[in-house]
């Protein structure tokens, strides 16, 4: 297990165990939809519609948190699924999803949820699975958020974001995200990003181009967050 699969959902993987006929049912009832950056795919408290799974593009996860602040638990990226917690708690949606850049979904609507569930018992299991590792991710991220530092944090989300995002694009340069969502998921305020940023940049663990992050050498980074 790598150094940072404690902080990944998995949530690309869930349609990985089933028949090629049980896909193929899935890919039926499905229907496209398109977002533009910024666009919300979900509202806090909002009653749930359907589950998603991520075709295109990037989406943000996050909890409204004092003074209208956000604080970003996830991105998630290419064949994540998402959205079906709510679903199968039967609650309102605890948190939002947005749109960071052009996004293309497949969503399945609640009903067709249900029927696929019913006619696919195995990925009702694989949900309720993946659920429960998805609470461990939680906890272990909210773990760091309340006991490193932020230089710490900083240099694990950095990681964690530049691991996730080459995997599913090997041609990835770093990690590109604006400053605001970054500070939103180190949990800290812009300016002080910044202060953080220059310290790994002076250390030789990053590189910064524009918008850009580059983790230079990942295993000085995993040392470095170890010590």
């Known amino acids: 297990m ?9 949530c690309d993987l869930l349609l990985q165990s089933l028949k090629k006929e049980e896909v193929a ?11 533009e950056s910024g666009d919300k795919i979900f509202y806090e408290d909002g009653i749930p519609t359907g ?51 052009k996004v293309e979904i497949n969503f399945i609507s609640k009903k067709n949820f249900e029927m696929l569930l019913d006619k696919i018992p195995k990925l009702k299991d694989a949900l309720l699975y993946n659920m429960a590792h998805e609470f461990g991710v939680l906890v272990n991220t909210i773990a760091v958020l309340a006991q490193k530092s932020q230089n710490i944090r900083l240099a694990l989300f950095l990681l964690v974001l530049q691991k996730r995002f080459r995997k599913k694009d090997p041609n990835a340069k770093g990690v590109d995200i604006t400053r605001e969502d970054l500070a939103n998921i180190v949990g800290t305020s812009r300016e002080s990003l910044s202060r953080s940023l220059s310290f790994l940049k002076k250390e030789n663990l990053i590189r910064v181009n524009k918008r850009v992050i580059t983790v230079v050498d990942e295993k000085k980074m995993e040392e470095f967050i170890a010590k």
């Open 25 to 35: 049912l899935v890919e039926s009832v499905q229907e496209k939809l398109f977002f």
């Open 51 to 101: 589950m998603f799974e991520l075709v295109k593009g990037r989406v943000k996860k996050y909890k409204t948190v004092i003074n209208n602040q956000q604080q970003i638990f996830y991105i998630y990226t290419k064949n994540d699924l998402f959205g079906y917690h709510a679903l199968l708690s039967e609650n309102r949606y605890q948190d939002a999803c947005e749109a960071l850049e």
């Open 2 to 10: 790598e150094f940072t699969d404690s902080f990944d959902f998995k």
